[in-house]
């Protein structure tokens, strides 16, 4: 069955600090894979997107993700997290028989102390 | 660009009444428009996908009949919880796409049934 996975639930960084966000998939083909973001009160606004090609991603908001099909990862990165990077963030996966249907990732709560 | 609204962003009713949610593509023709569902603390699941003039795809386990979609337009899809119940209450967040496999979010709307 198709799926992602996010495996850390909640994470608290200092601000300042580098920061990766873990995501895994599991599809029969190379999926397209999304990070987004969600602020309190806010929407989901998408950070970056991978559908083939360089398997490094830049984003928005200076975040990156690096596409690992041998260990089927999607992880999202950030040098220096500031304290408005707080928010929850969710990895999705398209693809299998409908690439226009999504399947969302737990979900990881990101905590940045000052 | 590619920016949707949600109307009303949230809505307290008495179970067994209608509430009927907006979902609107404001600068940009959706062809494909999606309806999630997200109960606290856990991830968006998808409840359906409509495609403008025609009937909407429901995901297993939902109540076609109790979460009523109409996508009259490439820019409006409603979605009307009909005879709300206290377990319908939850996060109802809706997405349109252009056609490729990025969605873009409304803001969502949090819905209570008293």
């Known amino acids: 069955a198709q799926s992602v996975t996010q495996p850390d639930i909640h994470i608290t960084v200092s601000e300042g600090a580098s920061l990766e966000l873990r995501c895994n998939y599991s599809y029969g083909a190379t999926p397209y894979l999304f990070w987004y973001v969600q602020s309190p009160g806010q929407g989901l606004q998408l950070l970056l997107k991978y559908f083939s090609g360089d398997t490094l991603v830049q984003g928005i908001k200076g975040f990156e993700a690096e596409f690992k099909r041998s260990q089927s990862s999607f992880n999202l990165r950030k040098p220096s997290v500031h304290w408005s990077d707080a928010a929850e963030y969710f990895c999705?996966?398209?693809?299998?028989?409908?690439?226009?249907?999504?399947?969302f990732g737990q979900g990881t709560i990101l905590t940045v102390h000052p | 660009g590619a920016v949707v609204s949600q109307h009303p962003s949230w809505v307290i009713c008495k179970s067994g009444t209608s509430v009927k949610i907006e979902c609107r593509s404001l600068d940009f023709q959706a062809t494909t428009m999606f309806w999630y569902r997200q109960f606290p603390k856990q991830s968006l699941m998808l409840m359906a996908t409509?495609?403008?003039?025609?009937?909407?795809?429901?995901e297993q386990g939902v109540e076609k009949d109790k979460f009523l979609i109409n996508h009259a337009s490439l820019t409006l899809s409603t979605l009307t919880v009909t005879s709300a119940h206290p377990e319908d209450s939850s996060f109802y967040i809706c997405?349109?796409?252009?056609?490729?496999?990025?969605?873009?979010f409304g803001p969502g709307t949090r819905l209570l049934v008293l």
């Open positions: 999705l996966g398209a693809g299998g028989t409908s690439y226009g249907k999504l399947t």
């Open positions: 409509s495609n403008e003039g025609s009937k909407a795809t429901y």
């Open positions: 997405s349109a796409s252009l056609g490729g496999e990025t969605q873009y």
